[in-house]
């Protein structure tokens, strides 16, 4: 039963990552300045640019958590890899919240006065939210593992 809750949570994370990667694709096409442009000058805009960099560290954050999944599946939960799995969602959500924070500065900053960046700052401030609570059950999860397996090195140089 354990084996088959890690595959269909590894699947979860493949379907974000599908999901994702097709926001990324489609949205830029329907947005409305782009209505009027070739598909070139779309995806050079340096705002969509910034969001396809900015989206490495959410997919590498994927990757990892379907990583530590696996190490779940195969009974290797309490390993150094695992513990640096955490580490590197850990560190993918803290990067992504600062990205985050900064795109919707430089909107807020840099907007144009008849455009009303409210929506765009909301989404900002929820996905910055739901980073730092990732990053924060990260570093938890983190630190509880890594206790978990220092006592189990302790236990198996004792025996």
Same mark, same amino acid.
Do not use: W
């Given at each position: 039963? +354990?084996?088959?809750?890690?595959?269909? $949570?590894?699947?979860?994370?493949?379907?974000?990552?599908?999901?994702? /990667?097709?926001? /990324?694709?489609?949205?830029? $096409?329907?947005?409305?300045?782009?209505?009027? $442009?070739? /598909?070139?000058?779309?995806?050079?805009?340096?705002?969509?640019?910034?969001?396809?960099?900015?989206?490495?560290?959410?997919?590498?954050?994927?990757?990892?958590?379907? +990583?530590? /999944?696996?190490?779940?599946?195969?009974?290797?939960?309490?390993?150094?890899?695992?513990?640096?799995?955490? +580490?590197?969602?850990?560190?993918?959500?803290?990067? $992504?919240?600062?990205?985050?924070?900064?795109?919707?500065?430089?909107?807020?900053?840099?907007?144009?006065?008849?455009?009303?960046?409210?929506?765009?700052?909301?989404?900002?401030?929820?996905?910055?939210?739901?980073?730092?609570?990732?990053?924060?059950?990260?570093?938890?999860?983190?630190?509880?593992?890594?206790?978990?397996?220092?006592?189990?090195?302790?236990?198996?140089?004792?025996?």
């Amino acid at each position: 039963m +354990k084996r088959i809750s890690t595959i269909f $949570l590894q699947a979860v994370i493949v379907l974000i990552g599908i999901v994702a /990667l097709a926001i /990324l694709i489609r949205v830029p $096409l329907t947005e409305g300045r782009a209505t009027n $442009l070739d /598909l070139f000058s779309i995806y050079s805009d340096p705002f969509i640019l910034y969001g396809y960099a900015a989206s490495i560290a959410f997919f590498v954050a994927l990757y990892k958590a379907f +990583k530590l /999944l696996g190490y779940i599946g195969q009974n290797k939960v309490f390993s150094s890899n695992s513990v640096k799995a955490l +580490k590197s969602i850990k560190h993918c959500a803290i990067v $992504l919240s600062i990205l985050i924070v900064a795109a919707g500065l430089y909107i807020r900053i840099f907007h144009s006065r008849e455009d009303d960046p409210a929506g765009f700052l909301a989404i900002c401030i929820v996905t910055t939210f739901a980073s730092i609570v990732v990053a924060t059950a990260a570093a938890i999860f983190e630190k509880l593992l890594q206790n978990a397996v220092d006592m189990k090195s302790e236990n198996d140089l004792t025996v």
